[in-house]
């Protein structure tokens, strides 16, 4: 049976009715990641996957009590701890480290009787936009390897969109999961900023990392979600979102202006349009204001770098990661292990943020940006006065050839414009595929306002039928 | 005359305290001295990746408790920042830390002259790890034990003008975190610890000259001579037409001076800014209220009390303030017996020496046992030399000095009429007694008591034996 | 440009000429572009993080700590028990 083309859910229900077992679909899981590893999707596969699922097909057949992601594989990227199994960050700087214990979202997994199939390519450390910055080799797109998919959670996206696994775990700082599940054509999510535990997961900026699925439907995110979530002792951060929501006959679609202004010229313009006339008949259509929003990427340029840079000075040759063999003093320790062992797109931003946090900048540059994100999250606010959700388009364009914008990182940056807005406002936010331009996917997202991830989920089924790409 | 006597000494301090918690500030390891290295750690202390901190109640408490001490305003909204710089006792490479938005701000502590100290600030941080260095290997050991333990740092205004009230503002500094239970201050383990900012001033001017930061100072002895040692040094220098160069110093004890640490040490940026793991703390004035409920007068109210109400000597109610224990051990032992100056000797003179060799201090009996013990000796009922055989006992066996006194057969028990008895058999007998104390009763006193004593094992009540004696005789 | 080497310094990082050069480069381009928030105006009354209330933070209660073979599991050095780096002077 080919399991790769059905829902995390319809496998759910498969293996609960005794359709089909998990070891079944656990196998041909892992023969699909076997077959296709030119992909550099999934970096490692969890052999011991198929005890697991034994385990829990047992269960099942003694009328056990299984949780609600029984039997199902879920890849997790790289940087997400799972404990005495590697963990890279697509970093040579961590090649030999194995997870010393397991985070939070790993054992909420567990706990409903997942079986973790493996780990998945991303750009180092989470940043990047095409996956092309990786210790494990580019991972390629799904649709044509030439193209890349996306980033940073790359390998989680590609590897959903070829089939290797029904659901992975990847996290979102800027776009990190929305956008390449645009440009492998799968949906993508990322909660308010809280909901799920960061506990385990190693921080890139950690005021607006949020780990998330990338599933083929909605409803599998929203599964998903549900299980993820929750207030962690271990994460001061977290909160206990509920995501109740009340439902409603016809829901109010916001287009906001300013997106618009600088979506009319991208390559996936015209297709947004479309989609928009076609939703007019379904949703009540509002445009709504949100005067700073193009500035949200700029702050996140820097508050995310600032964090970053403070985040990965713990990566320094002496706990955990690789000692550069040449360090014979303490400095050399730090700085050849460092240089040595970071890629340059790690090296550029833990570069830039030290100088917006360095003294006689700090005030200029991170105190600035952090006053006009609050001035952008009033600014949504207000528009979530007037909408249910805002509708805007992943990103400009379909996916691009591996190496074209890698010596241009502004160009690159941009692969985040539409994205990083959430981030910036700690909206959830939702990418589903809605159009093709030839052969590649073009996603859009929905933005909700804080903790109304039900009305989001909602909509983007609505969405995510009408485009029809599923 | 020295240079020194041109200038005036002017001296801030930061002083750093270890928090007597169960728990370090930032995880639920152990806060506990001398356990074997890196077994009191876990992820969040190492600096894990993926791991994240979540700060201790009690640690915050301690250091609100701190600040209500000496007199501080507690802060309705504080911030975390992380401090960055790269060294290995500090696993993550930042120090969790208080910059803009400390827990305490202000306060003062008044000098015995009645000189005033003003507090800058009061926060909260954690502590890094230990370094062991091993010159021979060629090798520095890292133990995060230490790390992740809560730390305050006090900040003095430079309101200090000599070694002597550096020490003394340390002394009450120490008195006060001891006794509210705050910290163990024991410096000697690193439990208290203080920097000095020192820099000169011609006499009668008011601008602050260039100051150095000394570190190092592991005692009060050391805090005094490196002052004595640095204002001498900056005195020399400014008179031979010099300047002070803006430097942290290190003291070495031994050599009895202090010297320039490296150049780069100086040229730090720490980059400063809120911790993002963490959320800022709302503390309520409910918040407050209750944990000054939780405080008890601060030991210089208590001796004062001591000397006013209870008429206690100086002396005393300073020995009895020394820490929280000891004065409320004092007090308990008042309510069960009202005698503040008797209970105080049993204290000074008999309690403390049995305690001296304990690190903390617990007296080995209950307040209400010794209370009983000197109430019986007051009220004569046994006499000081078989209160103290009562005392040991009482530590022995843990019983009551009641029981045990009847057990031991240590009580005046003999009867008014058994002494009538003796003492009417004795003039029978003896008409050469009853004779002479007719004459001279003072004489023959001592003689008549000797006589009840010896018949009674020694247990008659002298004062009631005198009393019949003159009925009789 | 010395602000490199400065970051250099505080990043514990080291360039090479060549790579310092591009990097220049590309950094004065994002700084063009991160330029753009600097004039802005912002409204006085932004408010503050919202605060955690004293409740709600963590009770003063021991938990096992980690195993200690699992503590350095992987460090890439280690001695006694402990984390071992070249001889620290200071």
């Known amino acids: 049976m080919d399991f790769s083309k059905l829902s995390l859910i319809e496998i759910r229900d498969g293996i609960a009715s005794g359709k089909f077992t998990s070891e079944e679909v656990v196998k041909f899981f892992i023969a699909q990641c076997e077959a296709k590893k030119s992909l550099n999707a999934v970096v490692e596969i969890f052999y011991d996957a198929v005890d697991k699922a034994k385990e829990v097909d047992k269960k099942i057949k003694n009328h056990e009590k299984v949780g609600v992601l029984a039997g199902v594989p879920i890849a997790i990227k790289d940087n997400i701890l799972y404990k005495g199994k590697k963990m890279g960050c697509a970093s040579k700087f961590l090649q030999n480290f194995v997870a010393p214990y397991t985070s939070t979202v790993v054992e909420k997994l567990l706990s409903e009787d997942a079986v973790i199939l493996g780990r998945t390519n991303m750009d180092e450390f989470a940043m990047g936009s095409s996956c092309e910055n990786t210790c494990y080799g580019v991972c390629h797109n799904a649709i044509d390897p030439e193209y890349v998919a996306g980033g940073s959670s790359g390998g989680s996206a590609s590897a959903v969109a070829a089939g290797l696994v029904p659901c992975a775990l990847g996290t979102d700082t800027g776009g990190s999961i929305r956008q390449p599940a645009s440009l492998n054509g799968v949906v993508g999510l990322k909660p308010t900023y809280g909901t799920v535990s960061r506990y385990g997961i190693v921080a890139f900026a950690s005021s607006l990392d949020q780990a998330s699925p990338i599933c083929k439907t ?233 903790l109304n991830e039900d009305v989001m989920f909602e909509v983007a089924k609505i969405v995510e039928k009408v485009g029809g790409v599923k | 005359m020295s240079e020194l006597d041109n200038f005036d000494v002017v001296i801030g301090l930061e002083i750093h305290a270890e928090l007597k918690t169960k728990t370090k500030v930032f995880c639920s390891c152990k806060n506990e001295f001398g356990a074997l290295p890196n077994t009191n750690t876990c992820p969040v202390c190492t600096g894990m990746p993926g791991a994240l901190p979540v700060l201790n109640k009690h640690a915050v408490e301690l250091a609100i408790k701190a600040g209500l001490s000496f007199g501080c305003e507690i802060s309705p909204y504080s911030v975390f920042e992380r401090k960055n710089y790269f060294y290995p006792d500090l696993s993550k490479a930042y120090q969790i830390s208080q910059l803009v938005y400390p827990l305490c701000l202000g306060g003062v502590i008044t000098l015995d002259s009645g000189k005033k100290v003003r507090l800058n600030r009061i926060h909260l941080e954690e502590d890094a790890g230990k370094l062991t260095h091993i010159s021979h290997a060629g090798g520095t050991l890292v133990d995060y034990n230490r790390g992740g333990t809560p730390l305050i740092e006090m900040v003095t205004e430079p309101d200090i003008s000599s070694a002597e009230e550096a020490v003394e503002f340390l002394r009450k500094v120490r008195e006060a975190l001891v006794f509210e239970d705050i910290a163990n201050c024991k410096m000697e383990e690193g439990g208290m610890r203080c920097d000095v900012n020192l820099s000169l001033r011609p006499k009668g001017t008011t601008v602050f000259g260039t100051r150095t930061e000394m570190k190092n100072l592991n005692s009060f002895k050391s805090v005094e001579r490196a002052i004595n040692f640095e204002a001498n040094r900056q005195a020399e220098v400014l008179s031979a037409g010099g300047v002070i160069v803006q430097e942290t110093r290190k003291w070495d004890d031994d050599k009895g001076e202090s010297f320039a640490m490296r150049s780069k040490e100086q040229a730090q940026d720490y980059r400063y800014f809120p911790d993002p793991d963490l959320l800022p703390i709302e503390v309520t004035k409910e918040d407050v209220e209750h944990i000054k409920s939780e405080m008890t007068a601060l030991p210089a109210d208590r001796r ?97 000095p009641e029981v045990l006194a009847k ?59 005198r009393e019949l004696i003159s009925k009789v005789f | 440009m010395d602000t490199i080497e400065h970051l250099e310094y505080l990043s514990k990082l080291k360039f090479s000429d060549e790579e310092r050069k591009k990097f220049e480069k590309e950094f004065e381009n994002i700084l063009t572009f991160v330029n753009e928030i600097t004039s802005l105006e912002i409204p006085d009354d932004i408010e503050k993080d919202k605060p955690i209330k004293m409740t709600e933070l963590r009770p003063d209660e021991a938990q096992p700590s980690m195993p200690r073979e699992e503590v350095l599991r992987n460090a890439p050095k280690q001695k006694d028990g402990c984390y071992s780096t070249p001889l620290v002077v200071d």
């Open chain 2, 304 to 400: 004062a009390r001591y000397i006013e109400e209870f008429g206690l000597p100086q002396y005393d109610a300073n020995i009895l303030t020394s820490t929280k224990y000891i004065s409320d051990y004092f007090e308990k032992c008042v309510e069960f017996y009202n005698a503040p100056k008797k209970i105080s000797n049993w204290i000074m003179v008999d309690l403390l020496k049995l305690v001296k060799e304990q690190e903390e201090i617990v007296f080995p009996i209950s307040e209400q046992h010794l209370a009983s013990i000197v109430k019986m000796v007051e009220e004569k009922v046994i006499n000081k030399t078989v209160g103290l055989q009562l005392l040991d006992e009482v530590i022995k066996t843990q019983k009551s």
């Open chain 1, 218 to 450: 909605v409803e599998d995110c929203q599964l998903v979600l549900k299980v993820i979530a929750g207030k962690d002792i271990h994460d001061s951060t977290t909160i206990d979102n509920k995501m109740t929501s009340v439902h409603k006959s016809k829901y109010t679609l916001g287009i906001c202006r300013q997106v618009m202004q600088e979506a009319k010229s991208t390559q996936g313009g015209e297709e947004f349009y479309k989609l928009i006339q076609k939703l007019g008949d379904i949703f009540d259509i509002v445009q709504v204001d949100i005067p700073h929003i193009q500035n949200s990427l700029a702050c996140y340029y820097i508050i995310a770098p600032a964090e970053a840079t403070s985040n990965l000075a713990r990566f320094d040759g002496v706990k955990y990661t690789v000692r550069s063999e040449g360090a014979k003093d303490l400095e050399s320790v730090y700085v050849q292990s460092r240089s040595e062992g970071f890629g340059r797109e790690v090296k550029r931003r833990i570069m830039l943020g030290n100088y917006v946090l360095s003294s006689g900048y700090f005030d200029a540059y991170y105190n600035k940006a952090k006053r006009v994100q609050k001035l952008i999250k009033r600014e949504f606010n207000e528009a979530f006065s007037h909408c249910d959700c805002i509708l805007m388009p992943t990103t400009a364009g379909t996916t691009f050839k591996i190496g074209e914008k890698l010596s241009d990182p502004i160009a690159m940056y941009k692969e985040d414009l539409f994205t990083v807005p959430a981030n910036i406002v700690g909206v959830p936010a939702i990418s589903v595929p809605y159009a093709k331009i030839g052969k590649f996917p073009l996603g859009a997202q929905l933005y909700a306002n804080d």
């Open chain 2, 407 to 465: 057990e031991m057969n240590l009580l005046v028990t003999i009867s008014d009429e058994q002494i009538l008895e003796l003492l009417n058999k004795l003039k029978n007998e003896n008409a050469k007694v009853a004779a002479d104390y007719k004459v001279s009763p003072d004489k023959v006193t001592g003689f008549i008591m000797g006589y009840v004593m010896k018949n009674t094992g020694g247990k008659a009540n002298s004062a009631k034996v």
